[in-house]
């Protein structure tokens, strides 16, 4: 046979070959039940644009910032590297900051300063929290990669739910417009995304703060609406009870590791952040006897004692909303199928301790715990408490040690245990009233 016909013969092959592969993956597509990502605060991009009620606090902060805008005058306003640098960060802070109306009993932006999440929908603005700085703001690309792996294509059955992570939803009978409108949004997307996907019911997979923004979301849908439409909600590192790293935000700031970054620059933006106010210690999972804030006068705050550390740190403007708004939110059992993946083993603030200076300068020691680094264990763990003998409830809860709330998004263990679990939602497999798993 001449080389020739060798030739022929091996290109046909390579083409069978190739075939056989897109098929099979086309296929594992098709049996796939559709997942939407949730990101946690501060998980996507956010835009701006600045109108005509803007009044800049300084030359630096004027209009023409940044340089980089689109032909409507919208710019990334989250991440821009910019706020590293001080003059930046302060109209970075001014900017980023809402407001809540005592009369309107809801939040708003800053006069101004219009703004809008990107690409819903989409996990474009989820991978990377500034696409022109892969490297150093990688969000969930490692997941999606995973993902990507066992038949998961963006778009067609793969999706993202962005937010403006700034605003929070509200107790019973109190507005939030931004939230309540994302909510929205995000239960026509899971319809859609069923719809597209032969009606197969979806997989919500969300990182912190999101788990609590889908679980409110199942919680004011009918029960019929999500037996049909969900088919399993998996939360990573989300802070059921809060975290009592949030009180030292709201005393002294947090710049998060970010270098050159000043926490009192950005200490009043964190302040206005209804998400944040969320995220305060909840009396329902802390215990209300154990002291999370010391002062050298022997004055102590316990989760019970929210709304007078709000006052007595100079934040009385947040005492209102905390009480009517945060205060009576639950976590009501879901009735759907839940794994929660969570971190353990990493040093978490479990209490601060301050000096003679008061809350004008930082702890002098911070006594530490188990968690995630972020979220305390008995956040992470406390829907065990709060759904323990709850009927029609399946729960599963798998412990990861060493990893961060962070690095659960791109330690290889850690992933190879989200993509496990997902594909036994896709093989069917089902799950017993509650299940823990530790690994280390």
Same mark, same amino acid.
């Given at each position: ?11 046909? %092959? ?14 594992a ?19 701006a ?11 630096m ?6 340089? %980089?805008?689109?032909?409507d ?20 802070? *001014? ?28 996990? *474009? ?42 605003y ?16 929205? !949004?995000?239960?026509t997307?899971?319809?859609?995304? =069923? ?42 590192a ?96 879901? *009735? ?56 029609? *409830? ?15 998004? %791109? !330690?290889?263990?850690?992933?190879? %245990? ?5 594909? =036994? ?11 823990v798993?530790?690994?280390?």
């Open positions: 046979m001449s080389n020739f016909h060798l030739n022929i013969l091996l290109y046909t %092959k390579m083409a069978i070959l190739s075939m056989l592969a897109m098929a099979a993956s086309s296929s597509a098709a049996n796939v039940h559709p997942v939407i990502l949730i990101p946690g605060s501060g998980g996507n991009q956010l835009e644009r600045l109108t005509s009620e803007y009044k800049s606090s300084s030359l902060c004027n209009k023409w910032y940044p340089l %980089k805008k689109d032909p005058g919208w710019f990334r306003l989250w991440f821009d590297p910019t706020v590293i640098f001080r003059p930046f960060t302060k109209c970075f802070n *001014q900017r980023m900051m809402i407001y809540f109306d005592p009369d309107e009993d809801d939040y708003h932006n800053a006069p101004g300063v219009e703004t809008r999440v990107p690409h819903f929908g989409s996990i *474009q603005s989820l991978l990377y929290l500034n696409p022109t700085l892969k490297g150093i703001t990688s969000y969930m690309e490692p997941l999606v990669k995973s993902l990507e792996k066992v038949g998961y294509v963006s778009g067609k059955n793969l999706f993202g739910a962005p937010y403006d992570f700034r929070a939803l509200a107790a019973e009978g109190h507005p939030s417009k931004v939230a309540s409108n994302y909510l929205s !949004d995000l239960k997307l899971i319809e859609s995304a =069923s719809a597209s996907n032969g009606a197969r019911p979806v997989i919500l997979l969300t990182h912190s703060l999101g788990g609590l923004f889908a679980l409110h979301l199942l919680d004011r849908s009918p029960i019929s609406w999500r037996q049909k439409y969900i088919k399993r909600l998996v939360t990573l989300a802070p059921w009870g809060g975290t009592v790293g949030e009180m030292l935000t709201y005393a002294n700031g947090n710049s998060f590791g970010v270098p050159l970054v000043d926490p009192l620059l950005v200490r009043d933006e964190q302040r206005s952040a209804a998400s944040n106010l969320w995220l305060m210690p909840s009396p329902r999972v802390f215990d209300e006897s154990k002291p999370l804030v010391v002062m050298a006068n022997g004055t102590h705050y316990t989760s019970l004692d929210i709304a007078r550390f709000l006052g007595d740190i100079g934040f009385p403007e947040g005492v209102g909303p905390y009480k009517t708004r945060v205060l009576p939110l639950g976590l009501q059992a879901p *009735q759907v199928p839940v794994t929660c993946v969570v971190g353990s083993g990493v040093k978490t603030p479990e209490k601060l301790i301050y000096g003679g200076s008061g809350f004008g300068e930082q702890p002098v020691e911070i006594v530490y715990g188990d968690g995630d680094g972020t979220v305390n264990m008995i956040s992470l763990l406390a829907v065990e408490t709060e759904w323990g003998g709850c009927k029609n *409830q399946s729960l599963e809860v798998i412990k990861i040690d060493g990893v961060s709330h962070t690095d659960i998004l %791109k !330690d290889e263990n850690a992933l190879g %245990k989200i993509v496990g679990v997902v594909s =036994s939602v896709n093989s069917g497999i089902s799950m017993t009233s509650l299940v798993r530790t690994f280390s």
